[in-house]
C-alpha cells in the first residue's frame, strides 16, 4: 500500500492494492472503506467490489449520514477494461476474471464533501474536487 | 384428516411451482429525479384513472415505498395484472444544502435529507422482493453514472429480469443512442413520462418483461 500525505488541510489520495481487501469478508471490506473515508481521503481501489457490496456500501453510508458531523455521503465511480468491447473482449475479459478475480478494474471512492463528481465513461474516470 | 393435510400441503407446492403468479411485482428503480413516480402514475392513470404518488423538481420527492395493487393492463387481448412498487431514488450521498436551493427552509432540508437517506436504505432492501424491475435514467444525463451500473448490476446478480427505460425523450438533450450504448446487453425504451410520448412501445416492452419472470 502506498499513500501521499501532508498535513491535515491536503489532499490526501490513499492507493489499495487489491491485495488488502482480497481476504475480508463483505463487512470488513465495507467497514475498512467508509474507515479511509471517514479520514477524508479518497481511495483509489485496484479492482472492484462485488454488486451486493456497493450496495452494502450505500446503506451504510446512508446510516452514517445524519450521524457523523459534516458528512454528505461518498462518490464512487470504477472502470474495467472489458466494458464495452465486442464478444471477443468480453471472453477474454471472461477469462482474465477467472483468473485474476476483481482485480481487473479500478474503483475511486470519494467523500462527497471534498469530491463534487465523479465523471465516468467507458474509457476514463474524471474526478472533479471541490474548491475550498 | 392426515390424507387432507397432506393434499393441501402438495397442492400448495405444486401451485407454487407450477403455477403462474397471479401478481407480477413491478418495481421503479432508478437514480432520484429520473421520473419513477411520473412513469408509475402515467401507467396508473392508463389502467387506473389515479395517480400513485406526487412528483416535484426537488430531488428525493419519493422518500417511502409507494404501491398500487392490481393494476391491469390489456394489449392484443392479453392481460397483465401488477402491484407496482415505486421506490426512493439511489444515490450515493445526500446533502441537505441541494435542497435549500430549491427554496426549502434548513430544518425542512434537513428532515428531508435524513427522510432521504431512510428511503435509499429501504429501496435497496426491497430488491430481493421484485419479480420483475424496470430502471428509469433520465436520457439526457450521463447513463455511466456507478449508482446506474450497481442497480443494473445487483438486479441481475439476482436474476431479476430488467428493462431500462429512458425518459425525457421530449428534452432536447435526450441522447437513447448513449444509454443503449451503456447498457448494450438489456432492451432500453425511450419514452416522455410528461407527454406520453412512446407508452405503446414500453408496453410491449413490458409484456415481454413479465414472460422472462419465473
Known amino acids: ?132 | 384428516m392426515v390424507i387432507k393435510i397432506i393434499r393441501a400441503f402438495t397442492k400448495r407446492i405444486f401451485n407454487s411451482i407450477f403455477s403462474k403468479k397471479d401478481q407480477i411485482k413491478l418495481g421503479f428503480y432508478g437514480p432520484p429525479n429520473a421520473g419513477k413516480t411520473s412513469l408509475a402514475n402515467k401507467i396508473c392513470q392508463d389502467w387506473v384513472g389515479e395517480d400513485l404518488g406526487s412528483v416535484s423538481k426537488v430531488p428525493h420527492e419519493t422518500r417511502e415505498i409507494q404501491f398500487k395493487e392490481k393494476v391491469t393492463i390489456e394489449k392484443n387481448g392479453k392481460k397483465l395484472e401488477l402491484k407496482l412498487i415505486d421506490t426512493p431514488g439511489i444515490a450515493t450521498k445526500v446533502d441537505f444544502e441541494d435542497f435549500l436551493k430549491f427554496g426549502l427552509k434548513r430544518k425542512e432540508a434537513q428532515a428531508r435529507a435524513k427522510e432521504a437517506t431512510h428511503g435509499i436504505i429501504e429501496s435497496i432492501k426491497w430488491l430481493d422482493d421484485m419479480d420483475a424491475v424496470v430502471v428509469v435514467l433520465d436520457s439526457s444525463l450521463n447513463p455511466y453514472s456507478q449508482v446506474n451500473v450497481t442497480i443494473v448490476g445487483n438486479l441481475v446478480a439476482r436474476k431479476i429480469p430488467v428493462l431500462i427505460v429512458g425518459n425525457k425523450i421530449d428534452l432536447k438533450k435526450s441522447d437513447l443512442k448513449k444509454l443503449s450504448e451503456a447498457f448494450p446487453e438489456y432492451a432500453v425504451v425511450g419514452i416522455s413520462a410528461r407527454t406520453g410520448d412512446n407508452m405503446e412501445e414500453f408496453y410491449e416492452a413490458l409484456f415481454k418483461l413479465v414472460k422472462k419472470v419465473k
Do not use: C, W
Open chain 1, 1 to 132: 500500500m502506498s499513500s501521499k500525505k501532508s498535513d491535515n488541510k491536503d489532499l490526501t489520495i490513499h492507493f489499495m492494492p487489491y491485495s488488502e481487501i482480497e481476504k475480508e469478508n463483505s463487512s470488513n471490506r465495507i467497514k475498512k472503506i467508509l474507515g479511509i473515508i471517514l479520514q477524508n481521503k479518497i481511495i483509489v481501489l485496484q479492482g472492484r467490489l462485488r454488486y451486493e457490496e456497493e450496495t452494502r456500501l450505500i446503506e451504510d453510508t446512508m446510516a452514517l449520514i445524519g450521524n457523523v458531523p459534516g458528512f454528505r455521503g461518498i462518490e464512487i465511480a470504477e472502470i474495467s477494461s472489458g466494458e464495452n468491447g465486442g464478444l471477443f473482449d468480453l471472453m477474454k475479459h471472461n477469462i482474465v476474471k477467472i483468473l485474476v478475480g476483481e482485480r481487473d478494474a479500478m474503483t475511486v471512492i470519494g467523500p462527497a464533501n471534498l469530491v463534487k463528481e465523479i465523471k465516468r465513461n467507458p474509457k476514463k474516470i474524471e474526478l472533479m474536487l471541490k474548491r475550498k
